[in-house]
């Protein structure tokens, strides 16, 4: 029986759709146009006047700064929301909890902008890197905490019962044996902190403060007074710097894959 | 060992943001003030903020944001912090209705004698009470010399049917609804419904040659010679011309839009001395005409123009003919008279 075609030109299409843009995106950056309109020569131009944009490593350092940050606060909190919500799943309490952590991933974001910064300015608290933090982790959490919910609903407690059996206390048991099981979904969900950290920008518009300008709102400004192919460079920068980290990260699961499989058969 | 490798990570994290907040306030210099300064991006040449900053032993930070309406909204729910702020003048008005701003102190600002009177003639703020004039842009045609025969500088060239689709408009409505008001022979802040009315007229047939109403990619467009002939602003014209010399700038003799973004300074500002100091720089006529290159709009102080390069001083899309500029104006805030604008936009763009 001969295999339909369809399968295979549909991935085609969609892969088309997906990378076309970013690949212009990449070409674009080594053009010497500063209007992407028409082709005039390859150039690295825009990549040497990136390094000399100090203002876009500054919001550079900053993003990443804070994304540190909001993925390790995400990490605790989250985890910890999950634990509770999947031990007392059942009881009013804990379900109203789940409301509570589900509701940020539904509320418009500008929304949650405005309300973050009135509730901010209400307080009393400086607008700066510290408000960013705190705004970032509110929705960073409610990713994190589903994603590892989502990890603990197959997961077998068995495990942890048997570590307290043999002596170990329920702090020990919690360390070497459920935080290790759980390894890869606490690392899929900073992962997904850490991305929705550097991506954010409307909230992040409305509660940065003076000197706390992110990646986002330089880019997004300088569409409208400053040199698009930058951007591109810019981006171009970023997505090599992510396609190697994908790559580090799949090395390291495969050999570590493989490790575990030569233990087993030895 | 594998068993640590979580709570390692987490603690290393830990550790090394401790360390860049540690940097960060360490490297910060307590005895220096601060001047935060709230624009648009690439909007000062960062080798005079370097000298602002020696000359006054202070340190200038500069955020930028990407609309006026964003900048309002945050302002307006309480964010402070920012010192000196570049909206453009309509959104000035506005703020200095809301009391978001600061009277200036003429006594701190002693290069205001150097301030274009003739552009202050159609200003908002005539005597400078609240706001000081940055940057000036002219809204015009841009087109391409080539293929564009028999070009004549009026707002009547969107009606040419021979250059059909390939004409793009801004898709902004009181730039658009303004230009038809000019071409008619009316004010741009018109708030006489039959006069919009016809101005709608206008625009719906200037829209049937139109490939677009486009705020963006008609740079590209023309720079690429997709379009032929497209409204746009001088500023950013000139930095196409800059690539494609085909491109010509002109301002139609009906007049229209001058927009002028305005220093001002914040009613929550902390460091009302050194912003005032900074405008002051800003309007030093040296400072002003390198301002002016780089950036590629125009800093409104006459004392400057005569420093600048001759490509600017005789561009005509910059510096207008005095009877062209007579017939400009500037967009001024229409306050509840804003919803006529609205209805007749959306008439428009649904075609009716």
Not at chain 1, 242 to 249: D, G, N, Q, R, Y
Not at chain 2, 83 to 100: A, C, E, F, K, N
Request: charged share 20%; proline share 4%; aromatic share 10%.
């Amino acid at each position: 029986m001969r295999r339909s075609r369809f399968p295979f030109i549909m991935t085609g299409v969609v892969l088309v759709f997906f990378y076309l843009p970013i690949l212009i995106l990449v070409v674009d950056s080594f053009n010497s146009s500063r209007f992407g309109g028409a082709w005039r020569g390859f150039s690295l131009r825009w990549y040497a006047r990136l390094f000399r944009e100090p203002a876009i490593w500054e919001s550079a350092r900053n993003t990443l700064f804070i994304a540190l940050l909001v993925t390790f606060a995400s990490l605790v909190l989250g985890t910890t929301s999950a634990l509770a919500l999947h031990r007392f799943s059942r009881s009013r309490l804990q379900r109203f909890h789940y409301t509570l952590v589900y509701t940020p991933l539904v509320v418009p974001e500008i929304l949650m902008g405005i309300s973050l910064l009135m509730a901010f300015v209400a307080c009393g608290i400086r607008l700066g890197m510290l408000t960013i933090i705190l705004a970032h982790v509110t929705f960073c959490v409610s990713y994190v905490a589903l994603t590892v919910l989502g990890r603990l609903q197959d997961f077998d407690f068995t495990i942890v019962e048997a570590a307290r059996d043999l002596g170990a206390s329920s702090w020990m048991a919690a360390r070497r044996v459920l935080l290790p099981m759980l390894a890869p979904g606490l690392a899929a969900a900073g992962l997904i902190a850490f991305t929705l950290s550097v991506d954010d920008f409307v909230i992040t518009f409305f509660v940065a403060g003076p000197g706390a300008t992110t990646l986002p709102i330089r880019v997004y400004s300088m569409i409208k007074h400053g040199a698009t192919p930058l951007i591109n460079a810019l981006s171009t920068l970023l997505l090599a710097l992510t396609f190697t980290m994908v790559l580090i990260s799949q090395r390291l699961s495969e050999s570590g894959a493989l490790k575990s499989r030569t233990a087993e058969q030895t | 060992m594998k068993i640590h490798a979580v709570p390692r990570f987490l603690l290393a994290a830990a550790v090394v943001a401790a360390g860049l907040l540690a940097g960060q306030c360490g490297g910060r210099k307590k005895e220096r003030p601060v001047l935060h300064l709230y624009t648009w991006s690439d909007y000062i040449k960062p080798e005079l903020v370097s000298r602002f900053e020696t000359e006054n032993a202070c340190r200038v930070v500069i955020d930028t944001f990407d609309s006026n309406e964003a900048m309002y909204a945050k302002l307006k729910a309480g964010a402070t912090g920012y010192d000196v702020i570049t909206p453009t003048s309509y959104m000035v008005s506005l703020m200095r209705s809301q009391g978001m701003l600061r009277t200036l102190d003429h006594g701190l600002l002693p290069n205001l004698s150097h301030v274009d009177p003739e552009y202050l003639g159609i200003a908002i703020d005539r005597a400078m009470a609240y706001s000081v004039p940055y940057m000036l842009t002219n809204t015009g045609i841009a087109y391409l010399k080539s293929k564009v025969g028999n070009f004549e500088p009026t707002w009547g060239m969107f009606g040419r049917s021979d250059l059909k689709g390939r004409m793009v408009m801004l898709n902004d409505m009181r730039e658009t609804i303004g230009a038809a008001l000019k071409f008619l022979g009316y004010s741009l802040n018109s708030t006489d419904p039959a006069e919009l009315a016809r101005a709608k007229d206008v625009v719906l047939g200037w829209k049937a040659n139109l490939a677009k109403f486009e705020n963006e990619q008609y740079k590209n467009g023309i720079a690429s010679g997709e379009f032929l002939l497209v409204h746009g602003y001088s500023g950013d014209i000139l930095q196409v011309q800059a690539e494609n010399q085909d491109i010509a700038f002109a301002m139609p003799r009906e007049g229209g839009v001058i927009s002028c973004d305005d220093l001002v300074i914040a009613r929550s500002a902390r460091e009302v001395r050194l912003a005032h100091a900074f405008i002051n720089f800003l309007h030093d006529p040296a400072v002003a005409a390198e301002n002016t290159e780089f950036i590629q709009f125009l800093c409104p102080n006459k004392d400057s123009y005569g420093m600048l390069d001759p490509s600017i001083r005789e561009n005509p899309g910059i510096f207008l003919a005095p009877e062209i500029r007579a017939k400009c104006e500037v967009l001024a805030d229409l306050g509840e008279k804003n919803t006529l604008f609205v209805e007749v936009w959306d008439e428009i763009k649904s075609g009716m």
